[in-house]
T-cell receptor, first 111, second 114 residues
Framework: AQSVTQPDIHITVSEGASLELRCNYS??????LFWYVQSPGQGLQLLLK??????LVQGIKGFEAEFKRSQSSFNLRKPSVHWSDAAEYFCAVDRDDKIIFGKGTRLHILP | DTGVSQNPRHKITKRGQNVTFRCDPI?????LYWYRQTLGQGPEFLTY????????KSRLLSDRFSAERPKGSFSTLEIQRTEQGDSAMYLC????????????FGPGTRLTVT
């Protein structure tokens, strides 16, 4: 069965520091891959997506993610985080026209 | 375009009562999805519609749950004889059929069963 693993439940970084959130997927082929962000009181928002081609994809709010087939990973990165980035981040894959989400990583920002 | 809206935003009910939630998708979107999210988990797929047709239901959707999308516009999700385990955030999303992955989510309805 296809699954998404986000090994870090919580991540804390200082404002201005770089960020990397990990995501691994298990699937027989290269799926469509996504990162979503969920801020308190707000709906899920799509940050970026990967379908094919260039393995480094750019998203909104200064985020990027890199697809590595050999590692079955799709890690999210940001060079310098802002306090407003504190939120929950979900990695996700497609399966039969549905989105399958990981359990999420909660990002805390230290001032 | 006002995005996906859901009503109510919060619902508190007593165990055994029936509840109904409404989702209004983005008007030109053919597909409408329902997800459930519990604390510490990512959203889990429940069911989805293409226009008025319900194309798939998850095994999570017990027979106490029913969803409709009459006329392919808004959708309702009803839970009969609620149980405490039904307490969760119920999320709705919509997308164009040609790009189902471009799902736009509503703010959710938080259900608390006491």
């Amino acid at each position: 069965a296809q699954s998404v693993t986000q090994p870090d439940i919580h991540i804390t970084v200082s404002e201005g520091a770089s960020l990397e959130l990990r995501c691994n997927y298990s699937y027989g082929a290269t799926p469509y891959l996504f990162w979503y962000v969920q801020s308190p009181g707000q709906g899920l928002q799509l940050l970026l997506k990967y379908f094919s081609g260039d393995t480094l994809v750019q998203g909104i709010k200064g985020f990027e993610a890199e697809f590595k087939r050999s590692q079955s990973s799709f890690n999210l990165r940001k060079p310098s985080v802002h306090w407003s980035d504190a939120a929950e981040y979900f990695c996700a894959v497609d399966r039969d026209d549905k989105i399958i989400f990981g359990k999420g990583t909660r990002l805390h920002i230290l001032p | 375009d006002t995005g996906v809206s859901q009503n109510p935003r919060h619902k508190i009910t007593k165990r055994g009562q029936n509840v109904t939630f409404r989702c209004d998708p983005i008007s030109e979107h053919n597909r409408l999805y329902w997800y459930r999210q519990t604390l510490g988990q990512g959203p889990e797929f429940l069911t989805y519609f293409q226009n008025e047709a319900q194309l798939e239901k998850s095994r999570l959707l017990s027979d106490r749950f029913s969803a409709e999308r009459p006329k392919g516009s808004f959708s309702t999700l009803e839970i009969q004889r609620t149980e405490q385990g039904d307490s969760a955030m119920y999320l709705c999303a919509s997308s164009p059929v040609a790009s189902f992955y471009e799902q736009y989510f509503g703010p959710g309805t938080r259900l608390t069963v006491t």
